[in-house]
Every structure is written in C-alpha cells, then in structure tokens.
C-alpha cells in the first residue's frame, strides 16, 4: 500500500470532520489487554454492564471482531469544551450534564464520518473495510494508544498530547496493507490529579477503574438505585461527570471543539433542577431529541434529577418532589423519598411518611421510607 494512499485516507479523515487519525496493526495489541480485561470482569467492577462480560471474548482482540483484518485506523473527534465543565457544580439548583452528551450524540456523527473515510479507502485499494463506534466489542483506547493517537492515562481514559482527555474515537478496520504509526508512550509521570478529584474513590489504583464507584456509570449505565452512599457525592451531577477527564493538566493544549462539527442541541452545560423534575416521559424525549441523554430514558435521569435536588439544600423544590413521591417509577419514587428527607422538616416528613409510606406497593421503595425515618 503506497504512502500517497495513506496520505489521501487522513486527509479525507480531516476532511469528514476528524481532527487526529493514525495507523496500526492487530499485531500491536498484546496478550495484556485481554488479560487486564478478564480481570476487571473478575473482580466485578464492570457493574451491571453484562453486555461487557457477554463479548469479553470478542473484546479482547480486534482480529476476534475480524479475522482478515490487516490495518487499524484509528481517528479522533475533539470535544474540548468551550468553558471550565467544573463551573457548573457550585450552581446546586441546576442539574450538570457531561460534556460528550450536550451535543449531537457522538455515535451519529462519528459514524458518519468513519463511512465517508472508509468508503474513500475501499474504493482507492479494493479492500475490504468495517466501521466501530464504541458501542462494539472493540477495544478502542488501547487501539488508540497502538496508533500514536495517545494513551491511556491514570484515569483509563485516553490522553492527547494535543486535545487532552477530550476525543471520541472512531475505528477502521480494513483488509488494506497500510504502513503502521508509531504508539504513543505514557506521559502522566507523577500527577495524579485525575485519581484525586474523583468524588467517590472510582480509581482503586492508578490505570484501574470501578465502574460501581464511578458517577458516570451510576448516573447513566446503572439501571437500579443508587447506593445511598453515593447520593451526598454525586453533588448537582444528572448525567455523567467530568471531573477526572477536565483536571488533565494536558487539557491545556486542547482547543475548544467546532461547534458546527457537533451541533450542539442541549446547548448547556447543565439546566434547571425545577425543570428536570416536571419532565414526563413526552417532554424528555423532546428535551433531549439526538443527544445521548435520551438513551438513558425519563426515569433515571429524573432519579438522578432527585439526588442532586436532596442535595441543594433548597426548600423551595420540595413541591416537586412531594409530586414525585406517587411517580409510576420506583426508581423516581424511591430517590424523591430521599430528596424529602433531605429537605423537609421533621414534622412534614412525618406526615408525608403517614400518607405514602404504608400505602407504597415497592420494595426498595419502602426500604427508603424505613431507612430514612430511624
């Protein structure tokens, strides 16, 4: 495969709206990754993702996904925000949103951009190619750091020398012969800020993530209550956190992405807690139409929406939450039980107890009932 071939892909790369792209082989992942992989499954840490445990074999090497594969072409997608994410969590009335999920949902758009390019390759060589997001069994951030597009921090997330710890990424792979880059090596040194700013102790040791304990998966993968001792950290989050990716000193060398790339549809970094607890299924589906947040569906974002009300300290929310309290979902019902508590006095948390508590058909729902009146 000629050089001028490889020169044309990356520039279609650019061109399709990727900002990095780079070349390497299934023979660059090592035996490691599928090793440190069985072992995050071992210990549990994958929480209640099961899909990860069911395509651990798959996950483990690209030529599981393909046999044929030759080349991997790895590309970035910069998402560097335009202002600190941080800012937003001493604003305790307002529900704060991940960066990656206040625009188009980024599975859309770097797929469509993975198309264009791949399409441009198969066409240019007569190869063979598959495009991945990471909703496939594909382990795209040791791929990434095979390729030279950076490496995996401390955080487990990939790190750029360029854009810090804000990149999508994408993954090519072709029957096409094309001429590796060079991997990226670790340049976290001593820092550790990532490990040190996350609220609930996720990282057990560097490199080394529990997503039990990480606020991005209880607010969005996890599918049942949060564990109480979380709700305190958890802060004014609803959807994700950002907290150890916007510490990376590396973030310094990131511009902030093209908004027009993204098209931003949130269009905020976070939004008023009155408001995310008035959304019926109906109006979140409206509110959150093309972004990721919608995936994760009405009931737990307003259960996360309850988490952060309990914790403003803020009276004036209680009516809200008092609505919530006959919610047809427990996950709601459960978690406004815990805002009341937190919010209400004594004696009107008592009788809104009178009222619901022995009338409450749900389990879990009465256990907040009796755990929050001792």
């Not at 996950?59 to 998402?79: C, E, F, V």
């Not at 066409?123 to 040791?142: H, Q, R, Y």
């Not at 990532?194 to 304990?213: G, H, I, K, M, N």
């Not at 991005?216 to 996890?222: K, R």
Request: glycine residues 8%; hydrophobic residues 45%; aromatic residues 6%.
């Amino acid at each position: 495969m000629t050089e001028s071939l490889k020169q044309r892909l990356l520039a279609e790369a650019h061109a399709a709206g990727f900002d990095v792209a780079r070349v390497t082989t299934p023979a660059a992942i090592d035996a490691l990754v599928s090793q440190r992989l069985q072992e995050f499954l071992d210990e549990g840490r994958h929480g209640d993702m099961a899909w990860m445990a069911t395509t651990a074999d798959r996950r483990g090497h690209p030529l599981k996904m393909w046999p044929d594969a030759r080349s991997i072409i790895m590309l970035g997608m910069n998402y560097a925000p335009q202002s600190d994410p941080l800012a937003a969590l001493t604003e305790p009335l307002h529900g704060v949103i991940s960066c990656y999920a206040q625009c188009k949902d980024y599975h859309d758009v770097v797929k469509s951009g993975l198309k264009r390019v791949a399409s441009v390759l198969a066409a240019a060589s007569g190869a063979e190619v598959k495009v991945f997001v990471d909703t496939a069994p594909l382990m795209e951030k040791p791929l990434g750091e095979a390729a030279g597009l950076g490496w995996q921090g401390k955080h487990t997330n990939l790190v750029s020398r360029e854009f810090g710890s804000w990149l999508f990424l994408g993954t090519i792979l072709s029957t096409a012969e094309l001429e590796p880059d060079t991997a990226e090596v670790d340049h976290c040194g001593s820092c550790r800020r990532c490990l040190d700013v996350c609220p609930t102790a996720a990282f057990p040791a560097p490199y080394q993530l529990d997503a039990r304990r990480c606020i991005a998966y209880l607010t969005i993968e996890h599918k049942g209550h949060i564990p109480a001792e979380f709700r305190g950290p958890i802060g004014n989050r609803v959807f994700g956190c950002d907290d150890c990716l916007a510490v990376c000193p590396w973030n310094k060398f990131a511009a902030a992405a093209q908004a027009t790339r993204l098209a931003a549809l949130a269009g905020a970094a976070s939004m008023p807690l009155a408001e995310l607890l008035r959304l019926d299924d109906a109006g979140f589906r409206k509110r959150f139409a093309g972004t990721p947040v919608k995936r994760t569906g009405r009931d737990r974002v307003v259960r996360n929406a309850l988490i952060a009300a309990g914790n403003s300290g803020d009276q004036g929310l209680i009516p809200l939450v008092e609505g919530l309290l006959q919610d047809t979902s427990p996950l709601v019902r459960a978690m406004a039980v815990w805002a009341l508590r937190q919010l209400a006095s004594s004696k009107a948390w008592s009788a809104a107890r009178a009222r619901h508590g022995a009338h409450e058909p749900d389990g879990a729902v009465q256990s907040e009932w009796v755990a929050e009146a001792r």
